[in-house]
């Protein structure tokens, strides 16, 4: 996964929330915003977009962006940064039996997912489907079991997680073009779909987003940028887009594709 970028109104007070929060590190400053990350690996671009609206409720757009941490530790120091510092930020927590996950909504509303993975031994598989599920998860036990001033605030993209209109839509691009594999399909609301069997690098849902059209030029998600492993994988996908009479843009750098609710998805080798 590779960084996803987002078009925000305050650029200061959200710089603020992924840097003194998150944990986050300035790795380019551009005009009118940054790229926020660790080391040479982005994680999130800022671009200052004053002019435009916010989404309203039920549009399709970002659900969160998930940010993957080495180790519990690692983890527990962000999510006490977070919130010591942005209190009304946190939205919820959970066991997935896959990773345990703490949820908060940055300055712009745009969720945010911080997690750490259960070793791949320990995850269950039933009939060759991956389990997953929404467990309690209590905060304060977490970070007073893990949390340690020695940890690191290292942390890339894990996965990304969209609000949709249409599951069977998303299936056909994010599985038919993309080339995703699906690892759950939770009662035709929620996809989630990965490479390498991860559990997951991408998820849609429609939980508040059913029927949702084309989104407009608003706050929010601007794309996100998929890193395949080589460019014989962007031939196959630039084959397969052209099987499916999807249209792309080829700049010589990756190709750029936008799903059926106009969520732009890079992707390079």
């Known amino acids: 996964m590779g960084a996803v970028s987002l078009r925000v109104a305050n650029v200061e007070a959200t710089l603020d929330f992924y840097t003194r929060g998150v944990g986050l590190e300035v790795l380019e400053s551009l005009p009118g915003g940054y790229v926020l990350g660790h080391g040479p690996q982005a994680s999130i671009v800022l671009e200052h977009q004053p002019s435009l609206k916010h989404a309203s409720s039920g549009e399709a757009g970002l659900f969160h962006t998930a940010l993957l941490f080495a180790t519990r530790a690692d983890l527990a120091l962000a999510v006490s940064n ?105 009662a035709n609301t929620a996809l989630f779909v990965s490479a390498g069997g991860y559990h997951h690098h991408m998820a849609m849902n429609i939980w508040r987003s059913r029927g949702a059209g084309v989104r407009q030029q608003v706050l929010g998600l601007g794309d996100l940028t998929l890193k395949l492993g080589n460019e014989e994988a962007l031939i196959a996908l630039k084959d397969r887009a052209k099987f499916h009479s999807w249209s792309f843009q080829d700049d010589g750098a990756g190709l750029k594709l936008n799903d059926p609710w106009g969520n732009r998805v890079i992707v390079q080798a």
């Open 82 to 186: 977070v919130a010591n510092n942005f209190p009304r930020a946190f939205t919820g927590s959970a066991n997935h039996l896959v990773s345990e996950a703490f949820y908060f909504n940055d300055p712009e509303q745009n969720g945010v997912e911080l997690y750490f993975d259960l070793p791949r031994s320990e995850w269950v598989y039933e009939s060759g489907q991956l389990q997953m599920a929404t467990l309690p998860l209590d905060p304060n036990r977490f970070l007073a079991e893990n949390l340690s001033m020695e940890a690191s605030s290292a942390s890339s993209v894990g996965h990304v997680h969209l609000s949709v209109g249409d599951i069977a839509q998303a299936n056909n691009f994010y599985v038919g073009v993309l080339g995703f594999e699906t690892t759950v399909n939770w």
